[in-house]
């Protein structure tokens, strides 16, 4: 059923937003906290102010390592001992959700283990996290994302597909921990077949579910990018890589089984190398400028942020409408990336969607058009001013 389809079915749902955020010992914060409506929020002030810090707080409180990929020790205040914690009031149909999390200091140093809480009580992983809230961010680090390569757009369609689909997130660990122990055993000379077959099969069996997943996800993106506005351009995409490909043709068990050939067939040359030379970690997301015909990597950077902002778009509304999830919207130092027509267009297009958009800016005549329908708070030194 078409993304049009059903949203003339269904009812919009209540947006969700943010009613209040507290940071300790966060970045540049020491102690912060800000109330604030359900609408779109203007974060304005100079760079090194903490207007990033600020949403990449927010983006720690859905699974994942936030918009930054931030190590945990990394998040915490130079100057403070005490760990790092992050906590919000979300609101909901039936009143407000309290959300918290922060760095666990229980664990050795090393450890990159963080708590979440929700509504007072401890989270058994990052996953439940999705249960409550979605969450989509542009970054001025992915300006470059449809041109560089495979690794940062595989890793961008994952965080796509875990808001429909939690599980894919524990999928991709038990890949990729399956996947380094594989090559720990080669790079050692170990040639226990039994115990390399096992770690072979957890691979391939979870690179199908991998696979599936993410092509279900390009699937429902394709169909949204086909039902949006024509103001920015349209993006034909594709999912490619050897368990993707071989799903077009065959079934998943058939699939599983010529994984499993394959890894025990590179056994020598993974072993040399030091690599995995095929699996689910080789995927691409495949975008292409659909009036032009042209691969996103051979558009112009323009053009490349044009595609993404479409593509985020069309996400943010398959969100709300499949999940019946209104998401919040993070969009770091957007607008003066933009020219004023297509800076209009986000704007109009954030306040249709009726998303709690937090962007950030180092002036307010960016945000012009948006102002009369947002809340403006001014960042100075890890400080809010109203």
Same mark, same amino acid.
């Given at each position: 059923m078409a993304v049009a389809e059903v949203a003339a079915q269904t009812?919009?749902?209540?947006? %969700?937003?943010?009613? *209040?955020?507290?940071?300790?010992?966060?970045?540049?914060?020491?102690?912060?906290?800000?109330?604030?409506a359900a609408s779109p929020v203007i974060l304005v002030g100079a760079n090194g102010s903490g207007k990033t810090n600020l949403v990449e707080a927010?983006? !720690?409180?859905?699974?994942?390592?936030?918009?930054?990929?931030?190590?945990?020790?990394d998040l915490q205040n130079r100057h403070k001992t005490d760990p790092w914690a992050v906590a919000i009031d979300l609101r909901i149909d039936t009143g407000? !959700?309290?959300?918290?999390?922060?760095?666990?200091?229980?664990?050795?140093?090393?450890?990159?283990?963080?708590?979440?809480?929700?509504?007072?009580?401890?989270? *058994?992983s990052q996953n439940q996290l999705a249960d409550h809230i979605a969450m989509g961010w542009i970054t001025p680090d992915m300006d470059r994302l449809l041109a560089e390569g495979a690794s940062a757009r595989r890793k961008f369609l994952d965080? %796509?597909?875990?808001?429909?689909?939690?599980?894919?997130?524990?999928?991709?660990?038990r890949y990729e921990k399956a996947m380094r122990e594989r090559l720990r055993l080669l790079r050692d000379g170990n040639n226990d077949a039994a /115990?390399?077959?096992?770690?072979?099969?957890?691979m391939a069996q979870t690179?199908?579910?991998?696979?599936?997943?993410?092509?279900?996800?390009?699937?429902?993106?394709?169909?949204?990018?086909?039902?949006?506005?024509?103001?920015?351009p349209r993006a034909d995409i594709a999912v490619t890589g050897i368990a993707e490909d071989m799903l077009d043709e065959k079934p998943a068990l058939l699939v599983e089984d010529a994984l499993r050939a394959a890894f025990a067939r590179l056994r020598g040359d993974d072993a040399q190398s030091g690599t995995c030379a095929t699996g689910a970690h080789r995927s691409d997301l495949r975008v292409t400028h659909r009036a032009k015909q042209c691969p996103a990597d051979l558009c112009s950077t323009g053009e490349q942020k044009a595609l993404l902002i479409a593509l985020m778009l069309a996400?943010?509304?398959?969100?709300?409408?499949?999940?019946?999830?209104?998401?919040?919207?993070?969009?770091?130092?957007?607008a003066a990336h !933009?020219?004023?027509?297509?800076?209009?267009? !986000?704007?109009?297009?954030?306040?249709?969607?009726?998303?709690?958009? /937090?962007?950030t800016g180092t002036d307010t005549e960016s945000f012009t058009r948006l102002i009369p329908n947002a809340q403006l708070f001014t960042v100075d030194n890890g400080q809010i001013l109203s």
């Open positions: 009812p919009r749902p209540e947006p %969700l937003s943010i009613s *209040r955020i507290t940071l300790s010992h966060f970045r540049n914060y020491e102690s912060m906290r800000l109330v604030c927010l983006s !720690l409180l859905v699974p994942g390592r936030g918009l930054r990929r931030s190590h945990l020790v407000d !959700l309290h959300i918290g999390t922060g760095r666990d200091i229980t664990t050795d140093n090393d450890a990159e283990r963080r708590l979440v809480h929700i509504d007072g009580r401890p989270a *058994r965080r %796509l597909v875990y808001s429909f689909d939690p599980a894919h997130n524990a999928r991709v660990q /115990w390399l077959s096992a770690l072979e099969n957890e690179a199908v579910a991998i696979a599936a997943a993410r092509r279900d996800m390009v699937r429902r993106l394709r169909t949204a990018i086909g039902e949006s506005g024509d103001v920015f996400y943010m509304r398959l969100l709300t409408v499949q999940r019946n999830m209104t998401p919040l919207f993070l969009l770091d130092d957007i !933009l020219d004023d027509y297509r800076r209009a267009a !986000l704007f109009d297009e954030i306040l249709d969607l009726r998303v709690q958009a /937090w962007l």
